[in-house]
């Protein structure tokens, strides 16, 4: 992450972690989670689920950062992210690859 | 549980506790709003802890009016236009309830309309959450009370030539006590509203601008309801407080959003009580539950 001035207390700053779940066949392929995850951590994918629809899929989830906002935007209920419970000490530099 | 697996092992989603999984895709169209809007409202009841027992959602006819059918709470699915007058009654029944109207614009608005400004104007303890998506929309996409002026629907093929209400400004007039509009894409904010809304003795209003995909959209060439969430990240300006007589949607314009009421007046069963109490003292005996409960 890139800072503009890097704040003093970013060594004890722990991003959160996020593990995100998609229900496949609930989903209606609006693409409103890959649209708006601030992390670009979804794409929609080629696959067709059991209504015709094409899913998201997620391209790398240590970029999800649990914000929890797919899970808002979804109308169907079909994908929710709960939070990792094993925070990395640091920051994502770390955990990235 | 891995995180690259395939199919991960089946946690319920957040949402499952609050809704009938049996009925579960709902209807809506891919890209319509509407089941945005119930996620926020589901999360107004977590987060403001409201006990489950004791909400009620009542709704109309139309694609908004199926939302009492999905929640799993008590819930009514009235005939078109009467969702808020037996929100009134069950109100007047049982007065602790949290009695929430969650309908469409055609519904309140439109065919419902005379009720909606009488129960503003009683300032009767509920909440109205209205999803305007500008049209009739189970009912085939016609004109409503809310179409923006020069849109297309099945029955203005020319455009609309009506003047559409001003939900803010007509639900202010009337005597709304807390009146907030967001679009479906403010989820946050709209969840905060709707839980400021739950809260707040006296008849409060919600006005969530929703996609509607496949009327709406496709009528006017707008894309999907994508599209329009683009638009409305892009066109929609908060602005807390706003004169409501500045709130009119104009066809692909501006829309302002915000908290714009947020007063304290006597309710209707305060004011009943008062008005008894004072004239026939003794004898009258306070309706259970107005007392500031
Ligand atoms: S929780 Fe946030 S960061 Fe994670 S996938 Fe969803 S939108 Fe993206
Ligand atoms: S927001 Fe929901 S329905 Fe839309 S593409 Fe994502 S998972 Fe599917
Ligand atoms: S017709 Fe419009 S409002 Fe109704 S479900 Fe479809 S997109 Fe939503």
Request: aromatic share 8%.
């Amino acid at each position: 992450m890139k800072f503009w001035r890097t704040p003093l207390d970013v060594e004890r700053l722990k991003v959160p972690r996020g593990e995100v779940h998609i229900i496949k066949d609930r989903c209606k392929g609006c693409g409103f989670c890959v649209e708006y995850c601030p992390r670009g951590a979804l794409e929609m994918s080629d696959e067709f689920n059991a209504k015709g629809y094409h899913p998201p899929r997620i391209t790398d989830e240590t970029l999800c950062v649990s914000c929890n906002l797919c899970e808002m935007l979804c109308p169907e209920f079909a994908i929710f992210c709960v939070l990792k419970e094993e925070p990395e000490p640091g920051e994502e530099k770390k955990v990235e690859g | 549980m891995r995180a690259d697996a395939p199919a991960k092992p089946a946690i319920e989603h957040p949402m499952e506790s609050l809704l009938r999984m049996d009925r579960i895709p709902h209807i809506w169209c891919p890209t319509c709003g509407i089941g945005t809007a119930v996620t926020a409202f589901a999360s107004a009841l977590e987060e403001n802890e409201i006990p489950l027992d004791s909400v009620s959602v009542v709704s109309g006819i139309g694609c908004t009016g199926r939302v009492a059918g999905y929640m799993k709470l008590d819930s009514y699915h009235t005939t078109h236009g009467r969702a808020v007058p037996f929100a009134v009654g069950l109100h007047l029944a049982k007065p602790s309830l949290k009695v929430v109207v969650f309908s469409g614009d055609g519904d309140l608005a439109g065919i419902g309309g005379n009720h909606f400004i009488h129960t503003a104007r009683r300032n009767v303890d509920i909440t109205v959450i209205c999803v305007n998506n500008f049209l009739y929309a189970m009912t085939g996409g016609q004109v409503a009370a809310t179409t923006p002026v020069s849109a297309n629907t099945s029955t203005s093929p020319y455009g609309n030539f009506e003047q559409p209400f001003n939900l803010p400004l007509l639900a202010q007039s009337c005597g709304a006590v807390y009146v907030a509009r967001w679009t479906a894409l403010h989820i946050r904010r709209m969840t905060k509203a709707f839980g400021e809304a739950l809260n707040k003795k006296g008849f409060s209003f919600v006005e969530v601008i929703a996609p509607c995909s496949t009327l709406y959209a496709r009528r006017n060439r707008l894309g999907t309801g994508l599209d329009l969430m683009k638009f409305y990240h892009d066109n929609s300006e908060i602005r807390h407080g706003a004169d409501p007589n500045d709130l009119n949607i104009g066809f692909q314009e501006k829309i302002i959003c915000g908290k714009f009421v947020d007063i304290e007046k006597p309710t209707f069963l305060d004011s009943m009580n008062e008005c008894y109490g004072k004239s026939l003292g003794e004898k009258y005996e306070i309706y259970e539950g107005a007392a500031h409960a």
